[in-house]
């Protein structure tokens, strides 16, 4: 095994992080989300935990029934690309390019309806921490489809938050967004900013506001783990975000939590809970 792999084997299983995550929950989650009907599934990464192929392989076979009913738009997390190997190799690609995206410019984009989605990828095989780094064509390209003349809705979505849940940068060097301020000056210059950022990486979710040089805010929500174990003891349960994107520009947010059986609307509101 890559010494990464044995650094996560030791997590897992000696450290016991493997109880964090439920196959129930995540079962739960497909049915949830077939019984939701929505226009779009956008998954912000780490569909596996050490970008094995039997990990791929499962989640290609738990995903399969969404992916054949309803459009999805996805991003790899950075246990997606977790070695240098599965990194050269575009593990995640060679099982998932088609919900992805990508036409070559270095960004993932794709049209639904009204609404266009644009992808980044900011996940690299590290040693040992799990910081992420926008290539700069990546930015460049980023710039341009926002220079565009798009009419609808545009949805950002990358793993890594660009800001914490207290609105500060998100730029930790072992585990954030190393030039979360790079893109947020591309978001700055753009003459289409994202109605909505969407990220993952922080399994505890948060909603936060990102302010822009001129005043224009951006939700930048993470829904949390949405395969996270039922932990009622300590708080922690898995959770998903329903996103409601309306014609006069407002956004309706929802967020349903993992009860040990199925998901139900969160108590008090998107995020009230603090899980």
Known sequence: MAFKRVLGTANLYLRGRRHDFSRGAQQALIAHV????????????????????????????????????????????????????????RTMER??????????????????????????????ATWATASGLLPPAQLEALAEALAEPIEGPIVLALHYPVIDRHGELYDHPSHG???????????????????????????????????????????????GSSGHAH???????????????????????????HDGQGFVPEAGGAWASGR
């Open 177 to 223: 967004l190393r030039n979360a301020q790079a893109l947020i000056e591309v978001l700055d210059a753009a003459p289409r900013r994202p109605t909505l950022i969407a990220c993952g990486h922080v399994h505890h979710g948060f909603l936060a506001q990102l302010e822009l040089s001129d005043g224009v805010r951006i939700p930048v929500c993470d829904c």
């Open 34 to 89: 077939q019984a939701l009907e929505p226009d779009l599934l956008l998954i912000t990464g780490d569909l596996t935990a050490q970008a094995l192929t039997a990990e791929f392989q499962l989640a290609l076979q738990d995903l399969q029934p969404l992916l054949d009913a309803i459009p999805v738009f996805m991003v790899p997390g950075n246990h997606d690309v977790y070695t240098g190997s599965a990194a050269r190799r």
């Open 95 to 124: 099982w998932f390019a088609p919900y992805m995206g990508l036409d070559g410019s270095g960004i993932g984009r794709s049209t639904i309806g009204p609404l266009t989605v644009i992808g980044l990828d900011p996940n690299r």
């Open 231 to 257: 932990q009622p003891k300590r708080g922690r349960a898995a959770a998903m975000g329903l996103y409601e994107l309306r014609d006069d520009g407002t956004m309706h947010l929802e967020r349903y939590l």
